[in-house]
């Protein structure tokens, strides 16, 4: 399967620990994306890179969260300290680097992690 | 201020109806997607229009853009159940640098 894979698919939590999600996107894609999905709502946008290179982020991602993408390959989104609002599912989604996709601005996502606090 | 509308917000429809729902935006946008998603999903592109006046079909999908870039419509014809799930639009900006912006979604249930 060479699809951008997400891993846990669910997380149960309890107030305060601390999570980490994993995305490993399609290999020769060089921009990554995190979104944030709740409950009969779209996808939210919270931060993207290109290659290791964090270019933005969302105010919705507060200083709880942080994201990495150390190789320019994986990503990691953790969030410390979590609270019951950061329930949701926490989406990835690749795009590669060339000129058409980059003005289309098309994502192929991942089938997400499902987090929820308790 | 949602910067895209999607409506109807939930649809439910027998098998065989057709159905449209739209997506409007508050600015002029650069391109829009349309995605499908399932629960416990993630999205799944379905088609990118640019141009405007621009129509695409997909086997029984017909998606619209609108002649001022500020609107796009999804039409299904004869309707199946496989044809449930939530319908997202997508657009990205020049003002919002190279992301995507969702609308909430129409959920449509297609009954047998």
């Known amino acids: 399967d060479t699809g951008v894979s997400q891993d846990p698919r669910h997380k149960i939590t309890k107030r305060g620990q601390n999570v980490t999600f994993r995305c490993d996107p399609i290999?020769?894609?060089?921009?990554l994306y995190w979104y944030r999905q709740t409950l009969g709502q779209g996808p939210e946008f919270l931060t993207y890179?290109?290659?290791?290179?964090?270019?933005?982020k969302s105010r919705l991602l507060s200083d709880r969260f942080s994201a990495e993408r150390p190789k320019g390959s994986f990503s990691t989104l953790e969030i410390q300290r979590t609270e019951q609002g950061d329930s949701a599912m926490y989406l990835c989604?690749?795009?590669?680097?060339?000129?058409?996709?980059?003005?289309?601005?098309?994502?192929?996502f991942g089938e997400g992690s499902r987090l929820t606090v308790l | 201020t949602q910067l895209l509308e999607q409506s109807p917000q939930f649809l439910s429809i027998q098998e065989g109806e057709n159905l449209t729902v739209y997506c409007n935006s508050s600015?002029?946008?650069?391109?829009l997607q349309w995605y499908r998603q399932e629960p416990g999903e993630g999205p799944v592109l379905l088609v990118t229009?640019?141009?405007?006046?621009e129509v695409k079909k997909l086997k029984r999908l017909t998606f619209q853009f609108g002649d001022a870039r500020k609107d796009s419509s999804l039409h299904i014809t004869a309707a199946q159940p496989g044809d449930t799930g939530l319908y997202l639009c997508?657009?990205?900006?020049?003002?919002?640098?190279?992301?995507?912006?969702f609308g909430a979604g129409t959920i449509l249930r297609v009954k047998s």
């Open positions: 989604a690749s795009s590669p680097e060339s000129l058409q996709f980059a003005n289309t601005g098309e994502l192929f």
């Open positions: 290999s020769e894609h060089n921009r």
């Open positions: 890179f290109q290659n290791e290179a964090q270019l933005e």
């Open positions: 600015s002029v946008f650069s391109s």
């Open positions: 229009v640019v141009t405007g006046g």
């Open positions: 997508a657009a990205t900006y020049l003002e919002y640098g190279n992301k995507l912006v």
